[in-house]
Nanobody
Framework: QVQLVESGGGLVQTGGSLRLSCAVS????????MGWFRQTPGKEREFVAH????????YSPNSMKGRFTISRDSAKNTVYLQMNSLKPEDTAVYFC????????????WGQGTQVTVSS
């Protein structure tokens, strides 16, 4: 089992920044990849970014590049999502997730943290 606990969400004004954290425990993570997703009511969950635990290789869709940066601190077993130049449309619940690198499915999810961007 992998346990994930997100933190760092909150209310921020348009143009502001937040850094989300995801504390990871329960397994050796060398064979895992970590992802950030977001979801708003009535919409499908949206992929934000991915990072491999070993090597720190990152991937994010073009729509997320430039303002969102994923990183990890192996010593702290924590994954981060730095979000800059936030817009009201970034308002969502942000989730951290983990999957084995050989898998196409994220099997482990955190409880989510709310991010609200005011206009």
């Amino acid at each position: 089992q992998v346990q994930l606990v997100e933190s760092g969400g909150g209310l921020v004004q348009t143009g502001g920044s937040l850094r989300l954290s995801c504390a990871v425990s329960g397994r050796t993570l060398s064979n895992y990849g970590m992802g950030w997703f977001r979801q708003t009511p009535g919409k499908e969950r949206e992929f934000v970014a991915h990072i491999t635990w070993s090597g720190g290789n990152t991937y994010s869709p073009n729509s997320m590049k430039g303002r969102f940066t994923i990183s990890r601190d192996s010593a702290k077993n924590t994954v981060y999502l730095q979000m800059n130049s936030l817009k009201p449309e970034d308002t969502a619940v942000y989730f951290c997730a983990a999957k084995l690198l050989v898998s196409t499915t994220y099997n482990y999810w955190g409880q989510g943290t709310q991010v609200t961007v005011s206009s």
